[in-house]
């Protein structure tokens, strides 16, 4: 397992580029699994799931589509963007249960900070309770979302993957409908008050890695520009 931190902006096609030679390299036996951990530019992004209607303001940033599943969502600084290129071959070729695993990765770093994660049928993606806001009209407690989630899978290797909020700026997500969701909004470590740094959780995601997945002590990450 190789881990990449790369420091800065990533453009987005770059990091499609090097996704999609890794995955086919993993396919062909000539390199190992890779998770990469990095930084995007403001933009936006459309899943396979992708409405049209969502994109309601792009306000100048770009907008990519891609061949992840699900719908919009943004990305940009602040905001840790992991990619998984994983080989599912030897991780029993079971979808279902990857996304769960990634799912259960996230709540467990998130964990690390005494942030409750949350998972909801219906609605892709990790969420945190919000009592300190008023309750939603039919008494449930608001919530909001703090991670997203969307994979590609070829030949059985994954790629695409994650994205946690850490402190981006929240109000560009106003462009889009996130993910579909109209009924809740999106928040970050920091929004909910936890002075977390973009390293700190880095830590937080390599510990708890081996943890879910089971796949032995996480490597010490390789930080370059890719």
């Known amino acids: ?4 931190i790369t420091d800065g902006l ?27 951990l990095l930084e995007h530019p403001p933009l936006y992004t459309a899943g396979t799931s992708a409405r049209p209607e969502d994109l309601t303001d792009p306000g100048g940033f770009p907008v990519y589509k891609t061949g992840r599943g699900g719908q919009y969502t943004y990305h940009g600084p602040g905001q840790r963007v992991i990619y998984v290129m994983l080989d599912l ?5 079971d979808v279902r249960c990857f996304v769960q695993q990634l799912e ?3 709540i467990a770093a998130l964990a690390e900070f005494n942030v409750t994660g949350h ?14 806001r008023p309750r939603n009209a039919d008494g449930s407690v608001a919530e909001d979302k703090i991670a997203a989630i969307g994979i590609r899978l070829r030949r059985w290797i ?9 402190d981006p700026d929240l109000t560009h997500y106003s462009g ?25 959780l880095d830590v937080a995601l390599q ?20």
């Open 89 to 93: 071959r030897a991780r029993g070729r």
């Open 104 to 106: 259960r990765w996230v």
């Open 176 to 200: 889009i409908v996130p993910c579909g969701i109209r009924d809740h909004g999106v928040t970050s470590l920091v929004d909910l008050g936890l002075p977390v740094t973009m390293g700190d």
């Open 10 to 36: 990533t453009p987005y096609d770059d990091a499609l580029a090097f996704m999609e030679a890794r995955a086919a390299a993993i396919a062909a036996g000539r390199a190992g699994e890779c998770i990469w």
């Open 158 to 166: 994954s790629f695409h993957g994650i994205a946690i909020n850490v």
């Open 1 to 4: 397992m190789e881990w990449i």
């Open 207 to 226: 510990r708890s890695f081996a943890e879910v997945f089971e796949s032995g002590a996480a490597q010490s990450p390789t930080r370059c520009a890719v």
């Open 119 to 132: 998972i909801r049928d219906g609605r892709v993606g990790v969420w945190v309770e919000r009592e300190d």
